[in-house]
């Protein structure tokens, strides 16, 4: 239990559940991409070559921040679109702030792992915590 009550504790939850993803995404995007990108081990891994791969690569591709690309960097396959990012040479400003829109998925997802931390307290929270899931899916 957190010593700052439950409220506090999902805040907490949710502000290192956004870094951690953040986190991830620069260190895929920076270090393995714009570093590493060049080995062919690294660009096989992130199946350059797959059809599905050339479609994000022509989207990330695209100047600004669109709809589409913003859906690719929150519910795109994870590390390969990092680190595709990387070896595209892409702002990493404008990928952190494309991949921030995840909140609408994180905050319910916490939510409901808070909520069902307490279920065995009331129904209330039992039914809190399937709400919260649903709305994350």
Not at 4 to 20: D, H, K, Q, R
Not at 27 to 44: F, Y
Not at 67 to 85: R, Y
Not at 114 to 121: A, P, Q, T, V
Request: net charge positive.
């Amino acid at each position: 239990t957190c010593p700052w009550g439950f409220e506090a504790g999902i805040l907490i939850c949710i502000v290192l559940n956004f870094f951690l993803k953040l986190a991830a995404c620069t260190i895929q995007q920076k270090v393995i991409g714009e570093r590493l990108g060049g080995l062919k081990s690294v660009r096989a891994t992130v199946r350059v070559h797959q059809p599905l791969i050339r479609a994000i690569e022509k989207i990330l591709q695209r100047p600004g921040l669109s709809f589409g690309k913003c859906m690719i960097l929150c519910g795109g396959p994870d590390w390969p679109t990092s680190v595709m990012a990387g070896i595209l040479r892409l702002s990493l400003l404008q990928c952190l702030l494309g991949t921030c829109p995840v909140l609408i998925n994180l905050v319910p997802l916490t939510l409901s792992g808070s909520f069902y931390l307490r279920r065995d307290e009331s129904e209330v929270w039992k039914r809190a915590g399937n709400f919260m899931f649903i709305l994350s899916i």
